[in-house]
């Protein structure tokens, strides 16, 4: 009987010191507190055997827009049309650590995850590159413009310590991941828009300077 009730009070004792969770409403001492930080940089390293668990897969819908071209001026006094080329990246961020690194642990442990949970790829990052004819009227400046189709997984991050590490062993990030979805994901599509505006004073006085380099339409 006595041996039991030891063994039965050291698993008690195991578990109270093996799990920990950073939550702002759990009071601690700063040197028993990691931060956020602290726990993704262990488990980018590797220090931290790190998952992600519970991977929950949201809806997909379209970024902000964003400029992807040069700016093209048009200093001319006739509408006038030129072919530019442009690229766009864009990768993925966290709520707990900002950008996810591609080729890094993060990355890999996200993708596993996901994979394993709803046999989806995950991409940490998409490019695409084109070209496209842009308009531009006498006096404006022109400029192409992309948003990409984007995804939101949350879930929450697991990291196990072969020893106690700020007084556990397990500790717990609740974590949102956004990142690129393929095109046509839930029905979005990324949209490639040509915008443009009317030039400032200053941009006039580039025009007349010549300042405005490789950018500007050949003058009438």
Same mark, same amino acid.
Request: proline share 5%; with cysteine.
């Given at each position: 009987?006595? +041996? *039991?009730?030891?063994?039965?009070?050291? *698993? #008690?004792? #195991?578990?109270?010191?093996?799990?920990?969770?950073?939550? @702002?409403?759990?009071?601690?001492?700063?040197?028993?507190?990691?931060?956020?930080?602290?726990?993704?940089?262990?488990?980018?390293?590797?220090?931290?055997?790190?998952?992600?668990?519970? $991977?929950?897969?949201?809806?997909?819908? #379209?970024?902000?827009?964003?400029?992807?071209?040069?700016? #093209? %001026?048009?200093?001319?006094?006739? $509408?006038?049309?030129?072919?530019?080329? =442009?690229?766009?990246?864009?990768?993925?961020?966290?709520? /707990?650590?900002?950008? &996810? @690194?591609?080729?890094?642990?993060?990355?890999?442990?996200?993708?596993?995850?996901? *994979?394993? @949970?709803?046999?989806?790829?995950?991409?940490?990052?998409?490019?695409?590159?084109?070209? %496209?004819?842009?308009?531009?009227?006498?006096?404006? &400046?022109?400029?192409?413009? !992309?948003?990409? /189709?984007?995804? +939101?997984?949350?879930?929450?991050?697991?990291?196990?310590?072969?020893?106690?590490?700020?007084?556990?062993?397990? =500790? %717990? /990030?609740?974590?949102?991941?956004?990142?690129?979805?393929?095109?046509? *994901?839930?029905?979005?599509?990324?949209? /490639?828009? &040509?915008?443009? !505006?009317?030039?400032?004073?200053?941009?006039?006085?580039?025009?007349?300077?010549?300042? @405005?380099?490789?950018?500007?339409?050949? !003058?009438?």
């Amino acid at each position: 009987m006595n +041996r *039991t009730l030891r063994y039965g009070g050291r *698993t #008690l004792a #195991l578990t109270a010191t093996a799990l920990g969770v950073i939550a @702002t409403a759990v009071p601690a001492a700063a040197e028993e507190q990691p931060t956020e930080e602290q726990i993704m940089a262990d488990c980018a390293s590797g220090e931290g055997k790190c998952s992600f668990n519970s $991977p929950k897969v949201g809806q997909a819908y #379209l970024g902000e827009p964003r400029q992807v071209s040069e700016l #093209l %001026f048009n200093c001319t006094d006739s $509408p006038a049309a030129q072919s530019m080329s =442009w690229a766009d990246t864009v990768g993925s961020s966290h709520s /707990v650590g900002g950008s &996810v @690194t591609v080729g890094g642990g993060i990355e890999g442990i996200i993708t596993a995850s996901v *994979t394993a @949970t709803y046999n989806y790829t995950w991409q940490s990052s998409h490019t695409e590159t084109s070209s %496209f004819t842009v308009n531009v009227k006498p006096g404006e &400046v022109g400029w192409i413009s !992309r948003a990409q /189709v984007m995804r +939101r997984i949350s879930g929450t991050w697991q990291t196990h310590y072969d020893d106690p590490k700020w007084g556990h062993y397990y =500790w %717990f /990030v609740p974590d949102v991941v956004t990142g690129p979805a393929p095109n046509g *994901t839930d029905g979005k599509h990324s949209a /490639v828009v &040509v915008k443009s !505006r009317k030039m400032t004073a200053e941009e006039k006085k580039l025009c007349s300077t010549g300042d @405005t380099q490789d950018r500007v339409f050949t !003058r009438s």
